[in-house]
Structure formats: C-alpha cells, structure tokens
C-alpha cells in the first residue's frame, strides 16, 4: 500500500511526488526536498540525505531512528528509506506519477486515432522510458539496469498500461 504526497521544493519552484511505503514513516520523515535550483545552495551530508540527479532529499533522522524497530533494516541509511520505498519518488523521478499518467493519456488517444501507430508506440513505450531515464542518471532507473527492480506504486509499474481506461480526458 502507498499513497501519494506532492510536495513542493523549498524554492517553490518544482515539486515532486512521493511515496511512503506501507506509511511505516510519517511525512514529517521529509525534512528537506530541494531540486535542482535550491539543491546549489545545500551542503550534503551523506548521514542525512540523499541526491538523485540534482535533487536532495533530507531526512529527520531523529524520526527515522524513532522508527526504526518498524523496518526490516538494523540501521536505515537515508539510501535504504530511498531505495526501499519507505520516503521516495513515486516512480523513478520526482514526476514521474503526473508525466506516466500524461504520457498514457496520449497514448490512449492514439489508440483513438491511428490504431497501428499505437501498436507499434506501446511495445517500446516503457522501454523506451526506461532508458532514457538511465541516461538522464537517475538513480532508480540505473538500479534497475543492474537488475534490481524499484518499488512503485502499483499503477506505475511496468507499462501501467493495464489501467489506460481509466485515462479519462
Ligand atoms: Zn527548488
């Protein structure tokens, strides 16, 4: 089970959406989102956050370790809450939950209006996807090339096209 949390950057100027697995951390776990503008301007600290692709994401640490006897981990690295879902994009990047939603909307109007087209743009469109955001650096995506699968929301996984009915515009 998760559930959805858009929350903007503490610039205001982007935001992104996120994940909390099984809500075993409480959103205030998120001390800090910076994206790439308000990132510059943050001196890293590897004990408390974590950086994908120019974004920062803080960690009340004081929570995580409240939390602790919850997790699965003996001690829960800001890596681990990212990678295992528990404080993490929805998806592989911080939009990923609105740009899929979009991306599968555009295809199901293809499908609309030019039948073969959309075949033939919906056998590489989660490949294709995949790739470019391992190129682009991000950190799920690459886990994933080394054969690791991230978590996702359940309607994010994969294609996700299963629910492209529900697409309505
Ligand atoms: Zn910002």
């Not at 979009?102 to 087209?117: G, Q």
């Amino acid at each position: 089970m998760c559930v959805e949390h858009k929350k903007v950057c503490m610039c205001g100027r982007n935001s992104a959406s996120l994940q909390f697995r099984d809500e075993i951390m409480p959103e205030e776990v998120l001390e800090g989102l910076y994206c790439p503008v308000c990132a510059a301007a943050v001196r890293y600290d590897g004990e408390s956050m974590i950086r994908d692709n120019g974004w920062i994401i803080k960690y009340d640490m004081d929570i995580v370790r409240f939390m602790q006897h919850k997790l699965p981990a003996v001690d829960a690295t800001p890596g681990y809450l990212f990678d295992e879902g528990y404080c993490t994009w929805d998806g592989i990047y911080p939009t990923d939950r609105a740009d899929s939603i979009r991306e599968r909307a555009e295809l199901a109007e293809l499908a609309r209006t030019d039948k073969r087209k959309y075949i033939e743009r919906f056998k590489t469109w989660g490949i294709n996807r995949m790739n470019r955001l391992a190129e682009e650096g991000w950190r799920k995506a690459n886990e994933r090339e080394q054969g690791k699968e991230p978590l996702q929301c359940e309607d994010d996984a994969g294609t996700g096209l299963r629910d492209m009915s529900e697409v309505r515009l």
